[in-house]
């Protein structure tokens, strides 16, 4: 495993590197910070495929329900200009969802010096706003791996969203507005009102906001494969490192392979992975009960009748075929012969890592969706550290004695195992 330098603790990558981030910067020198000779570039992206989302993405609400919803928004003033704008404005002409930059830490090169031939994409966790606690997580690959690491976001997430769904002063009167609306609702909160006004109303935007994001993520391959991506050498071999949701994009992009950009790839799990009817994913920080409820409903009708839901959305060019196998990780009794063929296939250059106490994707969810021991399809590794953790928080910024570092040292010395097919037993 090559490694650039050592980089330094985990609170401390987190603070100085959340101190100095800034997406619109195009280099940022953090080898002073960080101890590493590592740093992060910056570069423009456009989505060619925003033409996913509906024109209006209300027009198949019952007409009773849409009526119930407009005068809710009358009386609702917060929700109505920070979210729903009188139902006006739809997601396809958010310009801040189509037009964005991501960053890319990198081990510095010498003028000349040839071009990384490996790169490794990570994706991020669901209703996430803020880079900052993948930070440590993508300088620590970078050290350890010693090539690029990409932070791309998912559709209408961190630096693709309004910059208000991240105020608190305004999504606290949304957030009052909402519980109004659902009186006793649980896991309801400032932190992910936006999110679960806009599913609960909307939930096809959880699967077009995934397919954009899918989409992109094969228009950003691509462009690696094809030598076009800075710094990075034509067919470099792209692996991907997903968190919590983003696990799920990384498992369809592993086991669709579309357009053979990832036969050879390797990928890491980290707290996620299970079929998505075995997560809990109600929290504070993610979804509240109302939205989850909402939500799941609207993927069951999905797998039942994909045309029929998805309408227009199901008639994307190759997605026919992978609606199938989106699915067959939403529900357990989808298409199971063909999701486990497809895990097969994968299963060597794949690592699972989660969390006992982690309760948004439990280690049952796991052995639920994958089977246990030596049968499993996806082996899984656990980890137990004696501190206070959380899925939303697996490395809690407080270490007074040095647990939280030591427990992110061994994970991400395993994940970069992974991702360079080096697997820890155990």
């Not at 195009?26 to 080898?31: C, H, K, P, S």
């Not at 930059?101 to 996430?128: C, D, T, W």
């Not at 069951?300 to 309408?311: I, K």
């Not at 196998?325 to 989808?334: D, K, V």
Request: aromatic share 10%; net charge neutral; with cysteine.
């Amino acid at each position: 495993m090559t490694a650039v330098g050592r980089v330094g603790t985990h609170g401390v990558l987190r603070q100085e590197l959340g101190r100095v981030f800034d997406q619109s910067a195009g280099t940022i020198d953090v080898e002073q910070l960080v101890g590493a000779p590592i740093e992060i570039r910056t570069y423009p992206f456009e989505s060619a495929h925003s033409d996913v989302h509906p024109a209006d993405d209300y027009a198949s609400a019952d007409p009773t329900a849409r009526a119930l919803f407009a005068y809710y928004l009358e009386h609702s003033p917060h929700s109505n200009r920070h979210l729903f704008r009188a139902l006006q404005i739809a997601d396809r002409a958010i310009d801040t969802n189509r037009s964005f930059r991501y960053a890319v830490f990198s081990p510095k090169r010498s003028p000349g010096a040839e071009r990384f031939s490996n790169a490794i994409v990570l994706m991020h966790g669901l209703n996430e706003r803020f880079w900052t606690k993948y930070l440590p997580w993508a300088a620590r690959l970078a050290e350890l791996r010693g090539v690029p690491v990409i932070l791309f976001p998912i559709a209408f997430h961190m630096n693709r969203a309004p910059e208000v769904w991240a105020r608190p002063r305004e999504m606290i009167a949304v957030a009052r507005e909402r519980q109004t609306l659902f009186p006793g609702l649980a896991a309801s909160s400032f932190a992910n009102v936006a999110l679960s006004h806009r599913v609960q109303f909307a939930p096809h935007r959880f699967v077009t906001s995934g397919l954009q994001t899918y989409l992109d993520l094969i228009d950003l391959c691509r462009a690696v494969r094809d030598g076009a991506h800075p710094g990075i050498a034509a067919g470099a071999r792209v692996d991907l490192f997903g968190y919590s949701i983003g696990c799920l994009l990384v498992q369809m992009l592993m086991m669709a392979d579309p357009d053979g950009l990832f036969g050879s790839s390797h990928a890491v799990l980290f707290c996620g992975g299970s079929i998505l009817e075995h997560a809990r994913p109600v929290s504070k920080a993610i979804v509240d009960e109302e939205a989850h409820r909402g939500l799941t409903h609207y993927l069951d009708r999905v797998a039942r009748d994909p045309s029929a839901t998805l309408g227009a959305i199901f008639d994307v060019a190759g997605w026919h075929s992978d609606v199938r196998l989106f699915t067959s990780l939403a529900f357990a009794g989808c298409h199971r012969d063909e999701r486990e063929r497809a895990a097969r296939r994968v299963r060597d250059r794949m690592t699972v890592l989660c969390m006992a106490r982690d309760r948004v994707f439990p280690p049952e969810s796991l052995n639920a969706s994958w089977g246990t021991g030596e049968q499993s399809l996806l082996p899984v590794r656990t980890y137990d550290p004696e501190f206070d953790y959380s899925h939303e928080q697996p490395f809690p910024s407080g270490d007074e004695d040095g647990r939280v570092g030591a427990c992110f040292d061994r994970v991400f010395t395993d994940a970069a195992g992974g991702l360079e097919g080096i697997r820890t037993a155990g």
